[in-house]
């Protein structure tokens, strides 16, 4: 086993360095305590930013709430709009495919009589006679050829050689 030189000069140099590692565990305990304190206070007002900034947003939404009401109820009346103008569109339409019918009408063969127009809901009735056998088939293949006209339907009349042709607009 060894034996420890425990001279004065070494003795004393022991000592110097124990009480230098004391000294730096110490600074090193108050560099941690400092460090952690700071960023306990950098924390805090971070957090009190955040709440200050959370608040104003708050504030800030709450005075835009009657605008965004307003830009809301602006919206349902657009859409309001936009529907009554596409009925529009569709009356305009429904009428301009009523007058081009009539035009178109009016091309039909001799043997075919009209007797009764009717119009319910969106189907279109016309009934008539028809002096020859397939005068009411040319009459539905010529409303068939109309670009406007959906699916006319021929249907034999009540009474002999009359016929009900019913058709709705596209």
């Not at 009411?136 to 409303?143: E, M, R, T, W, Y």
Request: glycine content about 4%; cysteine-free.
């Amino acid at each position: 086993m060894l034996q420890p030189n425990l001279l004065p000069w070494r003795e004393a140099q022991q000592q110097m360095a124990q009480q230098r590692f004391k000294q730096q565990i110490l600074f090193m305990l108050l560099v941690g305590l400092v460090i952690i304190g700071s960023w306990r206070i950098f924390l805090g007002y971070e957090e009190n930013h955040l709440k200050n900034t959370h608040t104003k947003l708050l504030n800030f939404a709450q005075q835009l709430e009657p605008q965004v009401a307003v830009i809301r109820e602006l919206k349902k009346e657009q859409l309001t709009l936009i529907a009554a103008f596409k009925n529009e569109q569709k009356i305009i339409a429904q009428q301009t495919n009523g007058l081009q019918l009539l035009h178109d009408l009016s091309a039909i063969p001799p043997t075919v009589i009209l007797t009764q127009v009717q119009k319910n809901n969106d189907v279109i009735t016309l009934q008539g006679r028809n002096n020859f056998p397939s005068a009411g088939n040319q009459l539905a293949q010529k409303l068939a050829s109309l670009p406007y006209v959906l699916a006319p339907q021929l249907t034999n009349g009540s009474q002999e050689n009359s016929f009900i042709l019913t058709f709705k607009f596209k």
